[in-house]
């Protein structure tokens, strides 16, 4: 039976509204608990605006964690490889990943000779709404000692010209920090090192047990 192109045309239209509704409606029930810029967002750990402190907006904290850096390490490792708390990160492929070194976002460093440091990571993280920006967060999992694991995050939008990122990189990685503090890995202390808006801003952490941060 031949099919005329006006209906052929009907179901060309009636199929892009399907896709558009679907579209819509995952956008619709996206968790958007860690997404920075949005007309309802009021989360503190949005505050911290960064104006391209690094070239781009990004922000940079050094904390220290009362465990052994394998402990952090594999905590991280599992929360980037189920989403995180808002299911929006994905662990990137390392370097040791091409020889079956490494899994999950981070590089064992404990064999190598160049460094006393223990861990390299690496995770993405994709906004909710309508943009859908990505930004890179970096992490230094360095050696154990007397009072701890210090470990640096580093997060930074990916997308070129971020003059302003609505807090979203400080948020980046205090969502990692709240994913490991309800795992019991709280932090003794933490500072600011780059970015992250100004410094002087004192913004307790939402997160159980988590210390608060401070400037330079």
Known sequence: MAVSSRTLGLFACMALVLVGGIRDFAASSADTSGTCGLDHTEDPDCAK???GSCGNAC????????????????????????????????????????????????????????????????AMHRTAGHYKFQDTINILVAATGAKGTPVSFFSISNIAG??????????????LLEALAARGLATTSMHVTLGCGSTSQQTPSKASGQATLTGH
């Open 49 to 51: 605006h960064d104006f």
């Open 162 to 175: 971020a003059l302003g990122d609505a807090g979203q990189n400080y948020k980046n990685i205090q969502l």
């Open 59 to 122: 922000c940079a904290v050094r904390v220290t964690f009362n465990a052994p850096g394998s402990e952090v390490a594999s905590a991280l490792s599992v929360e980037i490889a189920k989403g995180g708390r808002d299911k929006a990160f994905t662990p990137a492929r390392t370097w040791g990943d091409f020889f079956s070194l490494d899994a999950g976002g981070c590089r064992d460093l404990r064999a190598a000779s160049e460094t006393d440091d223990q861990f390299l990571c690496q």
